[in-house]
Nanobody, 121 residues
Framework: QVQLVESGGGLVQTGGSLRLSCAAS????????MGWYRQAPHAQRELVARITRGGTTKYADSVQGRFTISRDNAKNTVDLTMNGLKPDDTAVYYC???????????????WGQGTQVTVSS
């Protein structure tokens, strides 16, 4: 099992910045990709950004150029730096980890508890 703990959410004005952090513990060797998803009220959870252990990144079109995901494999952390925030970025942001547990021969996926980001207009 892997535990993911997020921090860094809060309230910010339009155009402001926030940095979210996620710390992983437990069987972290099973995790390859880590990322951030978000879910706004009455909407589906969507991918914001993800990064593999090797550093390959993927961003949602809506955040490309404004958000940056980074990862420290030695510390088992992943950060999301969010600049130029807009009211549409308001959501609960969830840290995600996915990979493969070779000892059980199964794909694994883990979620954090979520952190609220609110952007006021």
């Amino acid at each position: 099992q892997v535990q993911l703990v997020e921090s860094g959410g809060g309230l910010v004005q339009t155009g402001g910045s926030l940095r979210l952090s996620c710390a992983a513990s437990g069987s972290v060797n099973t995790v390859n990709a880590m990322g951030w998803y978000r879910q706004a009220p009455h909407a589906q959870r969507e991918l914001v950004a993800r990064i593999t252990r090797g550093g390959t990144t993927k961003y949602a079109d809506s955040v490309q150029g404004r958000f940056t995901i980074s990862r420290d494999n030695a510390k088992n952390t992943v950060d999301l730096t969010m600049n130029g925030l807009k009211p549409d970025d308001t959501a609960v942001y969830y840290c995600n980890g996915e990979g493969f547990d070779f000892s059980r021969a199964i794909a694994v996926e883990y979620w954090g508890q979520g952190t609220q980001v609110t952007v006021s207009s």
